[in-house]
């Protein structure tokens, strides 16, 4: 599998870590209550298909990205500076 | 027998018998040209076999290479290249390849059938472990491993290009000079010692000269043109995500020191183009796995490639015209055609030999040897005397690679075959023969054709210029199983015949994934890629279905076999994982400390000293040098980093529970780190060195991770944040000097002598290292008047030395992780042994460094119910009721009298020590509702070390509770 | 008046040499690394241009004394001075830097990093932050068949180690 990282272009997966779902990317407030909380920690969709999630090019650049894929075909859609994304 | 006397010869040795060959040759060539027939013994039944192919989809021809540590099991004739001194062996036969044991089994074959495993070790169930296992698995197997380790060397690599083309016949060569001449960076792998493919095999003309010469102008051609790379004996064994291949490289030539024996490619490319082929199918026909009995084209390649002929008298077994080329081959070079027998009815063939059209072998002869066969003809049978039979069921499109992700190949029924499914493998296209194109020239022309469409892709501009070669048709009515009696052989390496197969359809076993593993057809090195197509039409015939509707098994990677070595090279003994050591690695070492592995750091236990023959008395030891003098422990493991800029503060605000704004510039503080679902990450002490500016420190173990956590901070949670971090871990080393003499230890190195009014407890600051400048921190790890001192890394070893030597002139010296364990537990400071990932802020006492004056990672999960109150197992300290009975980590703790069982467990030990400064063994754990229960005695019980104690619950803080010594 | 004494990361490690590749030690005197604040990037690469020579070079690429060094980050070889605009963190002693240089430098390292360093590709002056078998290296080509690679200093060891195999291999072929 590779990632094509916007700093340093196409890498093999060996450098990055999987964080998870970029869902991460919209912490809910202090008290936005239990619910809300549960689902930012724990609740997930298992896609056959689309997704995005969060990689860190631990052993590259240092970026933490979002990257779009695909779980059944494995295309790589698209990667993007998590600090770019919108929130 | 050899067809010329060979200008070279090498000497290697079959089962110790000393055989002449050609160098370079395969070991399969060499056997047969030498006679001999018999070569291994089959997987089940154990029934003696002979080389069955000339490619890496041998099925019967495994021998085992060397011996010792370097014997290598599993090895096909027919890939092993012959060299001087090789020494081979049979395997699968005791006690010898002629008269093996267990041949028995054939004998007892029909209690053997498929399934039989299944249906035999069911019962009596206790009969499994002692008696059907240690059976089992000392009759399965083909090879045996030396149990050794293996002293030769494996390497793996990289390689990067536009166009990878897989396979180097005629198709194959054509790609790549039509690639290669538009300007494409091309690698073409090929698994043969050279490149060629078929065009090597065959008697065939290419643009008016010997296909041969062709090749080798080809090749030249391709050698001389600097953007493109051949790598021979290299099979690419596997198509992985987003270009990227796995292969697989055998070096030529014997083993010899550091000189790897494989190498494991990860080939990176842009477009790839299959041009891997196809491989011939037998026929099942009673008896067909004789030695002798060989595939059509295999028999051809010996005698054309390798000027072998495997046999006196040949007969031909075919369904399709391709079979009659062997024939005429053998008359080309006079080897006696004894028959050839075409199973169509409507063949329109010739020859100068005996020829059978609507014929089918029905019998065969010759237990170690192919001696005779026998045939129906026009109603009746005829014997045919032939020590060679070479037989063609027909071409397998080699489709492998297309299907390694996900995809299915599609039935084309003119060829009776599967071929590759478009745009299977993204980025891949196939031409030649693996695509069911079958003529020399359509192959030449299919190879142009894609590698131009390829670099038109890339950008290129290619022509396309196809020599003229044969077009010759390729007819065939399909014939899978002879009809009538006997074992019919079609996985010859599983020892699957077509009435396992039936037997699987019969007993409800239909899927062909589950006739698979009901009679591991297509199972074991081979991978059924000579059998499955033959495996299939039998299933299909035998549930009513068509072969399209029963569908192909799913082909994994590799394509062939990889040793274990190669996928791994670079990883066995020192290349397991990076090793970091400290700058005053050496210096402990030369103290005779044993080094202990903490991450990826070393680091020392204990310094042992003369007369000392027990580790504890060197901790017990140690531990006094803080308590009473001095102690030296090189503490740059620990993760420090770097924090600046506008926000720098407010990042620390968000990642610490507690308030790091407010913090003094000249001060430290400690600070707890929560995950974001509550429970506690990492602690440790963070500076303030200027307003903008903040040094960290991590503990050794979560260093990274905490570095990518304050990365996912800043990038993902809060890029409004304006802070820069850097890890300075590696920047410092960085020593802990602790005990009541440290500050006068410390006044021998500095170039001003402290004081307790500019560096009280927790202050922090620039000083001079004997002339070097380093940064000095006023914290206490073990409770006692300290310091950590840090210089640039460079000044490390020196200025432990320097430390040590002064703190031995003090009655102290340096100590380890032991001593420093013992000191942390007798203060009741935590490690990940209490923060290990479970226990929220509130179980280790620390509920009140969570500021309610602001918002941080963990603060609204960790409010949540269940993560505090009475029954959380809260964070105490335990002492031995009998101060000399140790305690253990591990250990449970139960009420008093309760059982000690799981359901009565109520909590457990983290960290356990004897002190030899309260004289007792002290522990730390977590029981419920702790904090309220000091005083209270309760039972420590261990079942795996069957250790039981009774201890008091206290403070976790047993040692100087006020914090006098730190402070004073 | 006692006095520390500075010891190189690779000290008693190199130079090695097989087959015609060479690694040896390089000894940088003074690594900065910068990452400007926000919207200081221009700021930063003004001051740095003003105080040696070359301000912040292209993402994957050296300018002089000025290697790019991950995400926001620079290196720089030298003393600078920006208050203000950017973070300055002394690196000097957390790096071990060693050249390897000869005709097979690309093939060993082919058998140890999982990016293209092939010449057509990965020129004079681009630099990966990549892997070196496990470890997190930055690898710069400083010449045509010269590549200097940064890894922590105390990973030397293993660093020498892994090349010494590869570059063995690589001989042996
Ligand atoms: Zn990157």
Redo the contacts with the bound molecule.
Sequence with gaps: MRIT?P??GP?DRREFYYQGDALALDRPAEDAGLEAWDDYLHNRENPAGDTADLWF?EA??G?WLVVERNTVTHAVHKATLAEKAKR | MRLQTPEKTVTFTFDGRRIKAVPGEPLSAALLANGIKLVARSFKYHRPRGVMSAGSEEQNALVTVGHGAQAEPNVRATTLEVSEGLEVSSQNAWPSLRYDALAVNDLVSPFLAAGFYYKTFMWPRSFWEKLYEPVIRRAAGLGGLSGETNPDTYEKAFAFCDVLVIGAGPAGLMAALTAGRAGADVIIADEDTEMGGRLLREREQIDGKDARAWVADALAELDALPNVRCMTRTTVTGAYDQGTYGALERLAGARAADKPVECFWRIVAKRAILCAGALERPIAFPNNDRPGIMMASAVRAYVNRWGVAPGKAVAVFGNNDDAHRTAHDLAEVGIKVAAVIDSRDDAKVSGDYPLYTGAQVIATKGRHGLKSITIRHNGGTRTIQADCLAMSGGWNPTVHLTCHMNGRPTWREEIASFVPTPDSIPGMVTAGACNGTFSTVACLTEGADVAADVARDLGLKPQTTVPAADDAAYAITPLWAVPGKGRKWIDFQNDVHVKDIRLAAQENFRSVEHMKRYTTQGMAPDQGKSSNVVALAVLADATGRGIPETGTTTFRPPYVPVSIAAMGAGSQGKGFAPERFTTSHQASIACDAPMIEAGLWYRPSYFPQKGETHWRQSCDREVGYVRNAVGVCDVSTLGKIDIQGPDAAALLDFVYTNMFSTLKVGRVRYGLMLREDGHVMDDGTTARLGAQHFVMTTTTAAAGLVMRHLEFVLQVLRPDLDAKIISVTEQWAQFAVAGPQARALLNTVLDQPLDDETWPFMACGAVDVAGVRGRLFRISFSGEHAYEVAVPARYGESLFRMLVAQAEVMGGGPYGMEALNVLRIEKGFITHAEIHGRTTAFDIGMGRMVSAKKDCIGKAAAARPGLSGEMRQQLVGLRAKSPDHGLSAGAHLFAKDAAETRVNSQGYVTSACFSPTLQTHLALGFVENGRARHGEVIKLRDHLRDITEEVEVCDPVFFDPTGGRARG | MVKLIALTPCAGLLPITHGGVEVTEVRPERLMSVAPYAGQSKATSAKLKEQIGEGLSAVMCRAGAVTWFG?GTWLVAGEVALDGVAAVTDQSDAWAVVAISGAGAEDVLARLVPVDLRAGVFKKNHVA?TMLGHMAVTITRTDTATFEIMVMRAMARTLVHDLDIAMRGVAAR
């Design positions: 990282c700093n340093c890498r090019h590259g650049c970026a | 995400h932050k």
